[in-house]
């Protein structure tokens, strides 16, 4: 039988290189009710217990050693380590700086907690996240609670919440067992994947209709005894072929994918040297329109106009 607002049925692993630190939050997460308590001194510990177990809770400071803790965070995001990429993450940080809390939170974390805390506010902290816990967003190339870091981590406003579980908050407020807790994990793991592919497409979309439209810009511009708008419109199709080819390269091998990467390859060889010489390749500027062409198939876009 498992009791309401108890947090005995939950399960935690704190990653901390420091004995004493490790031992000190456990009496204090022991103190507010937590009993399954795994230790972890490094990422190779800590990725091992998330992998045995699915978890509720992670608490990892900063400066575990191995890996850095972003990657781990954005791994377990990704679905890469552990059975759990819904579970609470929350850094543990002692005088970090902007920049850092600013890589953290991109990662996917659900907060920070500044060291040295009293047990007060390690207790206001663990309430908020049952309570309070900021919705999932979606961009192709973050998946996390949404923190709202502006300009967002990802280099868009284009945002897409989505429902996750949140297992701590099911087994402390509503008395669900570890294995519907399990249950309502790979439940959500479908529907995540659809999410995905939808977010995909708007942005292959989004993205074909911008290079469309620059390079439009750049052909009109070609007899242009405008030197700085000519260069102005090369850099930006530039800027938007670069992006393409970054975004497109790391998502899984599709046609789709390799098609945008290939568009970007080409458009980038077509305007190498533009600067020096101001003026691209039109040849191969046209050659990208028509590789657009079997891209916007590809996406199955019907609104991107060719250019001539």
């Excluded at 192709?140 to 406003?157: E, K, M, Q, S, V």
């Excluded at 050659?287 to 198939?297: D, E, T």
């Amino acid at each position: 039988m498992h009791i309401r607002n108890n947090y005995r049925f939950a399960r935690l692993v704190i990653g901390d290189p420091d004995r004493a630190l490790r031992a000190s939050l456990q009496a204090g997460l022991f103190n507010a009710g937590f009993r399954d308590i795994v230790q972890a001194r490094d990422t190779a510990a800590l990725r091992e217990a998330v992998d045995n177990e699915s978890i509720d809770l992670i608490m990892v400071d900063l400066q575990i050693p191995s890996t850095d803790v972003t990657t781990v965070v954005q791994q377990i995001r990704r679905g890469l380590i552990g059975r759990n990429p819904y579970c609470l993450i929350v850094a543990l940080a002692t005088d970090p700086t902007a920049e850092k809390l600013k890589q953290i939170a991109c990662a996917g974390v659900d907060g920070v907690l500044v060291r040295p805390h009293t047990t007060t506010a390690l207790t206001r902290h663990l309430h908020r996240l049952v309570h309070n816990r900021k919705p999932f967003v979606l961009t192709d190339t973050y998946f996390g609670p949404n923190l709202r870091i502006a300009p967002r981590c990802d280099g868009t406003d284009e945002t897409h919440q989505v429902e996750v579980p949140n297992t701590l908050r099911a087994k402390f407020v509503d008395g669900v067992s570890s294995e519907r807790a399990i249950a309502m994990v790979k439940d959500t793991h479908g529907r995540i994947k659809d999410a995905h592919g939808r977010v995909r497409q708007r942005r292959g979309e989004s993205q074909l209709i911008a290079v469309a439209e620059a390079i439009r810009n750049v052909l009109a511009l070609t007899d242009s005894r405008d030197h700085g708008e000519y260069v102005e419109a090369v850099g930006r199709l530039e800027q938007i072929a670069s992006q393409m080819h970054l975004r497109h390269a790391v998502l899984p091998k599709t046609t789709p994918n390799e098609l945008a990467v290939n568009l970007a390859r080409l458009i980038r060889t077509g305007i190498a040297g533009a600067n020096d010489d101001y003026r691209a390749d039109v040849t191969t500027l046209k050659m990208a329109a028509v590789h657009l062409a079997n891209a916007q198939k590809a996406f199955q876009v019907d609104r991107v106009q060719i250019p001539a």
